[in-house]
């Protein structure tokens, strides 16, 4: 995706910061009062509708390479911020603070971080606390900067805040990403992933969340194969209810390829790294398949040489193990 040189400048003189305006931080959200303008602009609701389709041309474009990828996101980004642009200054609270978060929601549409959407969408949430995506993308922002506390700082307040369940619901997923990534609690992680489950039973993006969770509760903890099989349901849950984004998810195929890998089932991760590479071959799933490649040979070479050890050596190994119980009886006819 875009990000930081690759982000067009952004002008406009209807959003600069005001000499008297606070410096924004999560822990002093402002009222979220409206003076009265014009909430209902068709010119802002375009504008908001050429932001979600830029995200979700981003999502479709895994499969494109590298640098067509950039240029495409480049040019539909610089359409969103002329339209923004292009809104008229004033209005209410509401609507002053939708216009700062469509430019900074555009901005950020990239991997990197960049200083300029996160100005954007802090302003936002200030004029507006009830802006829950307006909490879920900032946080993003900081995410992507390496502050990781302040991230948690701005999803949990998106649950306190926002007016809308679905933010809510986006939250509360990034915060059991942020407990199984960078809080080493895996448990909590979990506990959250099934909270979302159970609230949104449809959506494809939080079953896949819930494999994650599960899949690194396994590695991390457990052990368990129970684990592994309850990612699978999950992965295969998510892949189920799939459309837009995880319907071209090439993580969604790399990771059910590592679950198939531990259950040792070897050729259908090798089918779902295919899928993953197909989609995305900067994940490297064709390293994945040789290592895959490589242990199979090395095992089927061990077994059919049995490990190259000597008949009466095989036997002592043997001799290691309980002779098998008898057969049972039979009845009298």
């Not at 805040?161 to 990534?181: G, Q």
């Not at 890998?261 to 090798?270: C, F, K, S």
Request: proline residues 6%; contains cysteine.
């Amino acid at each position: 995706g875009a990000g930081g040189k690759d982000t067009p400048p952004a002008g406009g003189e209807g959003d600069r910061v005001a000499a008297d305006e606070e410096i924004w931080s999560p822990q002093t959200p402002a009222s979220d009062e409206d003076d009265g303008g014009g909430e209902g602009d068709q010119a802002l609701e375009a504008a908001l509708g050429m932001v979600r389709g830029l995200y979700e041309a981003r999502d479709r474009l895994f499969s494109v390479e590298p640098g067509e990828r950039k240029s495409a996101l480049r040019e539909k980004q610089a359409a969103c911020l002329a339209a923004v642009e292009a809104l008229p200054p004033g209005g209410s609270a509401r609507a002053r603070a939708m216009r700062l978060y469509a430019k900074g929601k555009a901005l950020d549409v990239g991997e990197e971080h960049v200083p300029e959407a996160e100005d954007h969408l802090g302003r936002a949430v200030k004029l507006c606390p009830s802006l829950g995506d307006g909490w879920n993308q900032l946080g993003t922002c900081y995410w992507k900067r390496g502050d990781f506390q302040t991230a948690f700082d701005c999803w949990m307040l998106t649950l306190q805040y926002a007016e809308s369940d679905a933010d809510k619901l986006v939250a509360t997923r990034e915060l059991s990403m942020a407990h199984r990534v960078k809080g080493n609690n895996t448990g909590e992680s979990l506990r959250l992933a099934k909270e979302v489950v159970g609230r949104d039973m449809a959506s494809s993006g939080s079953w896949y969340n819930l494999g994650n969770a599960y899949m690194s509760h396994f590695f991390s903890s457990t052990f368990a194969q129970t684990d592994l099989e309850r990612s699978l349901k999950a992965y295969k849950k998510s892949e189920e209810l799939a459309h837009g984004e995880q319907a071209t998810n090439p993580d969604l195929h790399y990771n059910l390829a590592t679950v198939w890998r531990y259950l040792e089932d070897y050729q259908t991760a090798v089918d779902e790294y295919e899928r993953a590479d197909a989609l995305d071959p900067l994940l490297n799933a064709r390293e994945a398949i040789k290592q895959v490649a490589g242990w199979v040979g090395q095992v089927s070479d061990m077994v059919g040489s049995r490990c190259k050890l000597k008949p009466a050596r095989v036997k002592q190994m043997l001799g290691i193990f309980p002779p098998p119980p008898p057969p049972p009886r039979r009845g009298p006819p």
